[in-house]
Protein backbone atom coordinates (compact mmCIF):
# COMPACT_ATOMS: atom_id res chain seq x y z
CA UNK A 1 0.00 0.00 0.00
CA UNK A 2 2.27 2.48 0.87
CA UNK A 3 5.09 1.38 -1.48
CA UNK A 4 2.54 1.93 -4.43
CA UNK A 5 2.04 5.49 -3.13
CA UNK A 6 5.70 5.87 -4.47
CA UNK A 7 4.54 3.80 -7.54
CA UNK A 8 1.65 6.00 -7.82
CA UNK A 9 4.18 8.56 -8.30
CA UNK A 10 5.15 11.25 -6.13
CA UNK A 11 8.96 10.48 -5.65
CA UNK A 12 8.78 11.02 -9.62
CA UNK A 13 8.77 14.77 -9.38
CA UNK A 14 11.63 15.01 -6.99
CA UNK A 15 13.69 12.08 -8.41
CA UNK A 16 13.44 13.90 -11.68
CA UNK A 17 14.41 17.78 -10.81
CA UNK A 18 17.69 16.37 -9.73
CA UNK A 19 18.58 13.97 -12.18
CA UNK A 20 17.86 16.77 -14.98
CA UNK A 21 20.40 19.24 -13.73
CA UNK A 22 22.95 16.77 -12.53
CA UNK A 23 23.60 14.71 -15.41
CA UNK A 24 26.97 14.24 -16.59
CA UNK A 25 27.46 13.85 -20.01
CA UNK A 26 27.21 10.07 -20.98
CA UNK A 27 26.85 8.02 -24.09
CA UNK A 28 23.40 6.33 -23.67
CA UNK A 29 21.40 3.96 -25.78
CA UNK A 30 17.53 5.11 -26.51
CA UNK A 31 15.85 1.79 -26.50
CA UNK A 32 12.17 2.72 -27.07
CA UNK A 33 9.49 5.81 -27.16
CA UNK A 34 5.90 5.06 -25.94
CA UNK A 35 3.16 7.99 -26.32
CA UNK A 36 0.43 8.35 -24.70
CA UNK A 37 -2.73 11.21 -25.55
CA UNK A 38 -4.75 12.57 -22.73
CA UNK A 39 -7.34 15.37 -22.89
CA UNK A 40 -4.79 17.94 -20.83
CA UNK A 41 -1.50 17.09 -22.27
CA UNK A 42 0.83 14.60 -24.66
CA UNK A 43 3.60 12.84 -22.86
CA UNK A 44 6.58 10.85 -24.98
CA UNK A 45 8.53 8.41 -22.68
CA UNK A 46 11.96 7.72 -24.01
CA UNK A 47 13.45 4.40 -22.56
CA UNK A 48 17.33 5.24 -21.53
CA UNK A 49 20.02 2.72 -20.81
CA UNK A 50 21.44 5.71 -18.45
CA UNK A 51 21.60 9.87 -17.58
CA UNK A 52 21.92 11.43 -20.74
CA UNK A 53 22.78 15.44 -21.80
CA UNK A 54 19.30 16.44 -24.29
CA UNK A 55 18.65 19.85 -25.77
CA UNK A 56 14.84 20.59 -26.01
CA UNK A 57 13.61 23.42 -28.36
CA UNK A 58 10.54 24.72 -30.15
CA UNK A 59 10.24 25.98 -33.45
CA UNK A 60 7.34 27.42 -35.83
CA UNK A 61 5.75 27.47 -38.67
CA UNK A 62 5.09 24.73 -38.75
CA UNK A 63 4.66 24.06 -35.35
CA UNK A 64 7.37 21.57 -34.03
CA UNK A 65 9.24 19.99 -31.00
CA UNK A 66 12.71 19.17 -31.96
CA UNK A 67 15.08 17.10 -29.18
CA UNK A 68 18.59 16.58 -29.13
CA UNK A 69 19.85 13.33 -27.51
CA UNK A 70 23.79 13.92 -26.77
CA UNK A 71 26.37 11.00 -27.83
CA UNK A 72 23.20 8.44 -28.22
CA UNK A 73 22.51 5.33 -30.28
CA UNK A 74 19.27 3.61 -31.04
CA UNK A 75 19.63 0.52 -30.36
CA UNK A 76 18.37 -2.15 -32.78
CA UNK A 77 14.86 -2.58 -31.85
CA UNK A 78 14.06 1.20 -31.71
CA UNK A 79 11.17 2.13 -33.71
CA UNK A 80 9.43 5.33 -34.01
CA UNK A 81 5.65 5.09 -32.85
CA UNK A 82 2.85 6.29 -34.42
CA UNK A 83 1.79 9.91 -33.45
CA UNK A 84 -1.14 10.60 -31.22
CA UNK A 85 -2.52 13.48 -29.45
CA UNK A 86 -1.18 16.63 -29.89
CA UNK A 87 1.23 15.29 -32.32
CA UNK A 88 0.77 14.84 -35.96
CA UNK A 89 4.21 12.84 -36.65
CA UNK A 90 7.39 11.69 -34.80
CA UNK A 91 10.47 11.54 -37.15
CA UNK A 92 13.99 10.08 -35.88
CA UNK A 93 17.53 9.74 -37.19
CA UNK A 94 21.21 10.81 -36.84
CA UNK A 95 22.13 14.54 -35.74
CA UNK A 96 25.64 14.83 -37.10
CA UNK A 97 28.35 12.08 -35.48
CA UNK A 98 27.49 11.39 -32.32
CA UNK A 99 23.87 12.65 -31.38
CA UNK A 100 20.42 11.90 -32.00
CA UNK A 101 17.64 13.68 -33.20
CA UNK A 102 14.03 13.21 -32.83
CA UNK A 103 11.03 15.77 -34.13
CA UNK A 104 7.66 15.96 -33.06
CA UNK A 105 5.57 17.46 -35.27
CA UNK A 106 2.72 18.82 -33.91
CA UNK A 107 -1.18 20.16 -34.19
CA UNK A 108 -0.60 23.06 -32.23
CA UNK A 109 1.42 25.38 -30.57
CA UNK A 110 2.51 23.95 -27.19
CA UNK A 111 4.26 24.41 -23.76
CA UNK A 112 6.66 20.89 -23.55
CA UNK A 113 8.34 20.15 -19.80
CA UNK A 114 10.64 17.69 -19.75
CA UNK A 115 12.64 15.51 -16.80
CA UNK A 116 14.88 12.47 -16.59
CA UNK A 117 13.45 9.76 -14.04
CA UNK A 118 15.65 7.49 -12.31
CA UNK A 119 14.81 3.92 -12.22
CA UNK A 120 11.80 2.65 -10.44
CA UNK A 121 10.36 -0.94 -10.06
CA UNK A 122 10.77 -2.83 -13.35
CA UNK A 123 11.49 0.67 -15.14
CA UNK A 124 14.86 1.48 -16.14
CA UNK A 125 15.91 5.59 -16.87
CA UNK A 126 13.30 7.44 -18.96
CA UNK A 127 13.46 10.76 -20.26
CA UNK A 128 9.98 12.29 -20.33
CA UNK A 129 8.37 14.58 -22.15
CA UNK A 130 4.96 16.35 -21.91
CA UNK A 131 3.40 18.70 -24.44
CA UNK A 132 0.72 20.82 -23.00
CA UNK A 133 -1.60 22.54 -25.38
CA UNK A 134 -1.13 26.86 -25.53
CA UNK A 135 -4.74 27.24 -25.00
CA UNK A 136 -6.53 25.84 -21.87
CA UNK A 137 -9.50 22.80 -22.08
CA UNK A 138 -12.80 23.69 -21.21
CA UNK A 139 -13.79 24.35 -17.99
CA UNK A 140 -15.71 21.69 -16.14
CA UNK A 141 -19.45 22.45 -15.51
CA UNK A 142 -20.25 21.91 -12.35
CA UNK A 143 -24.36 20.05 -11.22
CA UNK A 144 -25.46 23.68 -10.19
CA UNK A 145 -24.63 24.63 -13.87
CA UNK A 146 -25.85 22.03 -15.41
CA UNK A 147 -29.09 21.57 -13.42
CA UNK A 148 -32.25 24.14 -14.50
CA UNK A 149 -32.59 26.89 -11.57
CA UNK A 150 -34.14 25.99 -9.04
CA UNK A 151 -34.39 22.33 -9.11
CA UNK A 152 -33.10 19.71 -6.90
CA UNK A 153 -29.47 18.82 -8.07
CA UNK A 154 -27.85 15.54 -8.27
CA UNK A 155 -25.45 14.57 -6.35
CA UNK A 156 -21.78 14.54 -8.16
CA UNK A 157 -19.36 11.65 -8.25
CA UNK A 158 -16.26 12.06 -8.86
CA UNK A 159 -14.40 8.79 -9.92
CA UNK A 160 -10.87 8.34 -10.08
CA UNK A 161 -9.58 5.56 -11.88
CA UNK A 162 -5.62 5.26 -10.68
CA UNK A 163 -2.41 5.11 -12.52
CA UNK A 164 -2.64 5.54 -16.34
CA UNK A 165 -0.35 5.79 -19.16
CA UNK A 166 3.19 5.22 -18.13
CA UNK A 167 2.02 4.27 -14.56
CA UNK A 168 0.93 0.48 -15.04
CA UNK A 169 0.03 0.61 -11.27
CA UNK A 170 0.74 -2.82 -10.07
CA UNK A 171 1.06 -5.54 -12.18
CA UNK A 172 -1.25 -9.04 -11.86
CA UNK A 173 -0.28 -12.80 -11.17
CA UNK A 174 -1.32 -13.12 -15.11
CA UNK A 175 0.39 -9.76 -15.96
CA UNK A 176 -2.64 -7.74 -15.84
CA UNK A 177 -2.44 -3.85 -15.48
CA UNK A 178 -3.69 -2.40 -12.46
CA UNK A 179 -4.21 0.72 -14.57
CA UNK A 180 -6.14 -0.93 -16.82
CA UNK A 181 -8.78 -2.93 -14.18
CA UNK A 182 -9.37 0.51 -12.58
CA UNK A 183 -10.46 2.39 -15.82
CA UNK A 184 -13.07 -0.26 -16.21
CA UNK A 185 -14.28 -0.33 -12.62
CA UNK A 186 -14.24 3.21 -12.83
CA UNK A 187 -16.14 3.14 -16.30
CA UNK A 188 -19.01 0.31 -14.51
CA UNK A 189 -18.96 2.49 -11.13
CA UNK A 190 -20.05 5.95 -13.93
CA UNK A 191 -22.38 4.34 -15.38
CA UNK A 192 -24.04 2.48 -12.27
CA UNK A 193 -24.11 5.91 -10.85
CA UNK A 194 -25.41 7.44 -14.00
CA UNK A 195 -28.75 5.57 -13.65
CA UNK A 196 -29.68 6.21 -10.02
CA UNK A 197 -32.08 9.01 -9.85
CA UNK A 198 -30.19 11.70 -7.58
CA UNK A 199 -26.48 11.13 -8.78
CA UNK A 200 -24.56 12.11 -11.38
CA UNK A 201 -20.51 11.20 -11.92
CA UNK A 202 -17.79 12.32 -13.74
CA UNK A 203 -14.62 10.86 -14.56
CA UNK A 204 -11.02 12.43 -13.76
CA UNK A 205 -10.05 10.37 -16.40
CA UNK A 206 -11.01 8.23 -19.14
CA UNK A 207 -8.07 6.91 -21.67
CA UNK A 208 -5.07 5.85 -21.19
CA UNK A 209 -2.64 8.44 -19.86
CA UNK A 210 -1.54 9.65 -16.59
CA UNK A 211 -2.59 12.89 -14.15
CA UNK A 212 -0.72 14.02 -11.22
CA UNK A 213 -2.35 13.24 -7.88
CA UNK A 214 -3.23 17.07 -7.25
CA UNK A 215 -4.90 17.62 -10.65
CA UNK A 216 -6.91 14.41 -9.58
CA UNK A 217 -8.60 15.94 -6.53
CA UNK A 218 -8.16 19.38 -8.07
CA UNK A 219 -10.62 18.25 -11.22
CA UNK A 220 -13.54 17.39 -8.08
CA UNK A 221 -12.90 20.39 -6.16
CA UNK A 222 -13.62 22.32 -9.66
CA UNK A 223 -16.71 20.60 -10.33
CA UNK A 224 -17.93 21.14 -7.07
CA UNK A 225 -18.54 17.59 -6.24
CA UNK A 226 -19.91 15.88 -3.54
CA UNK A 227 -17.63 12.79 -2.99
CA UNK A 228 -14.54 11.31 -4.89
CA UNK A 229 -13.66 8.17 -5.24
CA UNK A 230 -10.58 6.99 -6.31
CA UNK A 231 -10.29 3.48 -7.64
CA UNK A 232 -7.52 0.85 -7.31
CA UNK A 233 -6.23 -2.86 -6.98
CA UNK A 234 -3.79 -4.12 -4.21
CA UNK A 235 -1.12 -5.74 -4.27
CA UNK A 236 1.28 -7.71 -2.28
CA UNK A 237 4.25 -10.14 -2.03
CA UNK A 238 2.59 -12.96 -0.90
CA UNK A 239 -0.35 -13.98 -3.49
CA UNK A 240 -2.89 -15.09 -0.70
CA UNK A 241 -3.45 -11.93 0.61
CA UNK A 242 -7.53 -10.60 -1.05
CA UNK A 243 -10.08 -8.72 -0.48
CA UNK A 244 -11.25 -5.17 -1.02
CA UNK A 245 -10.30 -2.33 1.79
CA UNK A 246 -11.34 1.40 1.91
CA UNK A 247 -9.37 4.02 2.76
CA UNK A 248 -9.93 7.86 4.28
CA UNK A 249 -7.20 10.89 4.92
CA UNK A 250 -4.44 9.91 7.81
CA UNK A 251 -5.11 13.04 10.28
CA UNK A 252 -1.06 12.99 9.52
CA UNK A 253 -2.24 13.64 6.24
CA UNK A 254 -4.99 16.04 7.19
CA UNK A 255 -2.11 18.06 8.95
CA UNK A 256 0.16 18.14 6.68
CA UNK A 257 -2.00 19.61 3.80
CA UNK A 258 -3.26 22.38 5.73
CA UNK A 259 0.11 23.43 6.48
CA UNK A 260 0.74 23.48 3.23
CA UNK A 261 -2.38 25.55 2.16
CA UNK A 262 -1.46 28.09 4.98
CA UNK A 263 1.55 28.53 3.22
CA UNK A 264 0.88 28.46 -0.32
CA UNK A 265 -0.50 32.06 -1.17
CA UNK A 266 -2.18 30.72 -4.28
CA UNK A 267 -3.65 28.51 -2.46
CA UNK A 268 -4.98 30.75 0.36
CA UNK A 269 -6.81 32.54 -2.04
CA UNK A 270 -8.75 29.27 -3.25
CA UNK A 271 -12.17 28.97 -1.67
CA UNK A 272 -12.13 25.87 0.48
CA UNK A 273 -15.62 24.97 1.45
CA UNK A 274 -17.24 27.83 0.55
CA UNK A 275 -14.96 30.57 2.51
CA UNK A 276 -11.81 32.33 1.12
CA UNK A 277 -8.55 31.70 2.94
CA UNK A 278 -7.40 34.78 1.70
CA UNK A 279 -7.21 36.87 5.11
CA UNK A 280 -4.35 38.47 6.23
CA UNK A 281 -4.90 36.98 10.33
CA UNK A 282 -3.04 33.83 10.01
CA UNK A 283 -5.24 32.74 13.16
CA UNK A 284 -8.51 32.94 11.64
CA UNK A 285 -7.61 31.28 8.15
CA UNK A 286 -6.23 28.20 9.92
CA UNK A 287 -9.18 28.34 11.82
CA UNK A 288 -11.56 28.25 8.57
CA UNK A 289 -9.58 25.54 6.71
CA UNK A 290 -9.81 23.21 10.28
CA UNK A 291 -13.67 24.07 10.26
CA UNK A 292 -13.74 22.51 6.33
CA UNK A 293 -10.93 19.61 6.83
CA UNK A 294 -12.59 18.22 10.13
CA UNK A 295 -16.55 18.33 8.66
CA UNK A 296 -15.04 16.86 4.92
CA UNK A 297 -12.90 14.27 6.96
CA UNK A 298 -15.90 13.16 9.03
CA UNK A 299 -18.18 13.10 5.70
CA UNK A 300 -15.57 10.95 4.48
CA UNK A 301 -15.28 8.23 7.51
CA UNK A 302 -19.10 8.04 7.34
CA UNK A 303 -18.91 7.20 3.58
CA UNK A 304 -15.98 5.17 3.75
CA UNK A 305 -18.26 2.93 6.60
CA UNK A 306 -21.04 2.64 4.43
CA UNK A 307 -19.01 1.45 1.63
CA UNK A 308 -16.96 -0.79 3.31
CA UNK A 309 -20.11 -2.34 4.33
CA UNK A 310 -21.75 -2.99 1.37
CA UNK A 311 -18.58 -4.48 -0.19
CA UNK A 312 -18.60 -6.55 2.30
CA UNK A 313 -22.26 -8.23 1.30
CA UNK A 314 -20.75 -9.05 -1.99
CA UNK A 315 -16.87 -10.07 -1.42
CA UNK A 316 -14.22 -11.07 1.03
CA UNK A 317 -13.00 -7.50 2.75
CA UNK A 318 -9.35 -7.27 3.36
CA UNK A 319 -9.46 -5.42 7.13
CA UNK A 320 -12.67 -5.53 8.78
CA UNK A 321 -12.63 -1.41 8.94
CA UNK A 322 -11.86 1.35 7.17
CA UNK A 323 -8.19 2.15 7.21
CA UNK A 324 -6.50 5.50 6.65
CA UNK A 325 -3.53 6.44 4.83
CA UNK A 326 -1.94 10.21 3.69
CA UNK A 327 -2.80 9.38 0.11
CA UNK A 328 -1.90 12.43 -1.80
CA UNK A 329 -5.53 11.98 -4.13
CA UNK A 330 -7.38 12.05 -0.72
CA UNK A 331 -6.45 15.47 0.73
CA UNK A 332 -9.02 17.82 -0.77
CA UNK A 333 -9.76 19.82 2.59
CA UNK A 334 -13.65 20.04 1.18
CA UNK A 335 -14.60 17.27 -0.95
CA UNK A 336 -15.28 13.71 0.97
CA UNK A 337 -12.79 11.67 -0.51
CA UNK A 338 -12.49 7.67 -0.51
CA UNK A 339 -10.08 5.33 -1.80
CA UNK A 340 -11.18 1.84 -2.61
CA UNK A 341 -9.08 -1.08 -3.08
CA UNK A 342 -11.40 -3.33 -5.24
CA UNK A 343 -9.36 -6.33 -4.63
CA UNK A 344 -6.17 -7.55 -4.94
CA UNK A 345 -4.72 -8.29 -8.41
CA UNK A 346 -1.66 -9.81 -7.06
CA UNK A 347 -4.25 -12.39 -6.06
CA UNK A 348 -4.66 -14.97 -8.77
CA UNK A 349 -8.33 -15.67 -7.83
CA UNK A 350 -9.06 -12.22 -7.46
CA UNK A 351 -7.14 -10.72 -10.50
CA UNK A 352 -9.69 -13.42 -12.80
CA UNK A 353 -12.60 -11.60 -11.03
CA UNK A 354 -10.97 -8.09 -11.79
CA UNK A 355 -10.73 -9.30 -15.28
CA UNK A 356 -14.32 -10.43 -14.95
CA UNK A 357 -17.02 -7.46 -16.11
CA UNK A 358 -19.62 -9.59 -14.51
CA UNK A 359 -18.19 -9.23 -10.84
CA UNK A 360 -16.69 -5.50 -11.86
CA UNK A 361 -20.47 -4.47 -12.27
CA UNK A 362 -21.40 -6.44 -8.67
CA UNK A 363 -18.46 -4.51 -7.26
CA UNK A 364 -19.71 -1.22 -8.70
CA UNK A 365 -23.28 -1.48 -7.37
CA UNK A 366 -21.94 -2.24 -3.78
CA UNK A 367 -19.76 0.55 -3.75
CA UNK A 368 -22.87 2.73 -5.32
CA UNK A 369 -25.00 1.17 -2.47
CA UNK A 370 -22.94 2.41 -0.11
CA UNK A 371 -22.92 6.14 -1.00
CA UNK A 372 -27.02 5.93 -1.50
CA UNK A 373 -27.00 4.94 2.21
CA UNK A 374 -24.69 7.63 2.77
CA UNK A 375 -26.33 10.53 0.55
CA UNK A 376 -29.94 9.44 2.19
CA UNK A 377 -28.61 9.84 6.29
CA UNK A 378 -26.91 13.30 5.25
CA UNK A 379 -27.67 14.58 1.94
CA UNK A 380 -26.20 18.04 0.82
CA UNK A 381 -28.79 20.84 0.90
CA UNK A 382 -30.41 21.65 -2.71
CA UNK A 383 -29.98 18.26 -4.03
CA UNK A 384 -33.00 15.53 -4.57
CA UNK A 385 -31.61 13.89 -1.70
CA UNK A 386 -32.42 16.51 0.68
CA UNK A 387 -35.71 17.03 -1.19
CA UNK A 388 -37.33 13.40 -0.79
CA UNK A 389 -36.04 13.09 3.01
CA UNK A 390 -38.34 16.08 3.25
CA UNK A 391 -40.98 14.78 0.99
CA UNK A 392 -40.67 11.10 2.82
CA UNK A 393 -41.08 13.07 6.09
CA UNK A 394 -38.05 10.42 7.62
CA UNK A 395 -34.68 11.14 8.83
CA UNK A 396 -31.86 9.06 8.73
CA UNK A 397 -28.79 8.81 11.61
CA UNK A 398 -25.30 6.97 10.79
CA UNK A 399 -24.21 5.44 13.77
CA UNK A 400 -20.42 6.80 14.84
CA UNK A 401 -18.17 4.59 16.93
CA UNK A 402 -18.98 4.63 20.78
CA UNK A 403 -23.10 6.41 19.93
CA UNK A 404 -25.55 4.19 21.87
CA UNK A 405 -29.45 4.06 21.28
CA UNK A 406 -30.02 6.37 23.99
CA UNK A 407 -27.42 8.64 22.72
CA UNK A 408 -29.28 8.61 19.36
CA UNK A 409 -32.76 8.87 20.41
CA UNK A 410 -32.10 12.13 22.45
CA UNK A 411 -30.07 13.84 20.38
CA UNK A 412 -33.32 13.74 17.92
CA UNK A 413 -35.71 13.93 20.45
CA UNK A 414 -36.91 10.54 20.20
CA UNK A 415 -37.05 8.01 22.52
CA UNK A 416 -35.39 4.12 22.36
CA UNK A 417 -38.92 2.18 21.89
CA UNK A 418 -39.60 4.24 19.01
CA UNK A 419 -36.09 4.00 17.57
CA UNK A 420 -36.21 0.15 18.49
CA UNK A 421 -39.21 -0.30 16.47
CA UNK A 422 -39.06 2.28 13.58
CA UNK A 423 -35.80 -0.16 12.76
CA UNK A 424 -37.24 -3.38 13.87
CA UNK A 425 -34.10 -4.05 16.53
CA UNK A 426 -34.35 -6.78 18.93
CA UNK A 427 -32.17 -5.37 21.40
CA UNK A 428 -30.26 -2.15 22.04
CA UNK A 429 -26.80 -2.60 20.54
CA UNK A 430 -26.15 -0.55 16.73
CA UNK A 431 -22.58 -0.53 15.15
CA UNK A 432 -20.80 2.27 14.07
CA UNK A 433 -22.15 2.80 10.20
CA UNK A 434 -25.30 1.95 10.87
CA UNK A 435 -28.28 3.56 9.04
CA UNK A 436 -31.11 4.68 11.48
CA UNK A 437 -34.13 5.86 10.50
CA UNK A 438 -35.48 8.30 12.28
CA UNK A 439 -38.94 8.28 13.41
CA UNK A 440 -40.98 12.36 12.96
CA UNK A 441 -42.93 13.54 15.20
ZN1 LIG B 1 -3.03 1.76 -7.17
Redesign the pocket.
Given at each position: MRN?QLK?GWGMGLAASLLATIAPAHAAEVKALRIWAGPEYTRAVFDVSGPLDYKLFDLANPNRIVLDLHASTFTADYGTPGAKGLLKAVRSGKQGAKDLRVVFDLEQGVRPKSFLLAPAEKFGYRLVLDLYPKTKPAVVKTMQEIMPPGAPRNVLIAIDA??GGDDP??IGAAGTY?KVI?LAVARELKRVVDREPGMSAILTRDGDYFIPHKERYQKARDAKADLFVSV??DAFTKSEARGSSVWVLSPRGATSEAARWLADRENRADLVGGVSLDTRDDTLAAVLLDLSQGATMEASGSVANQVHASMRKVGPTHKNYVERANFIVLRSPDVPSILVETAFISNPAEEKRLNNPAERTKLAEAIVDGMRNYFRATPPPGTLFASNMKRDKVSRHIVSTGETLSVIAARHGTSVTALRSANKLAGDSVRAGDVLEIPQG
Open positions: RCGHGSETHA
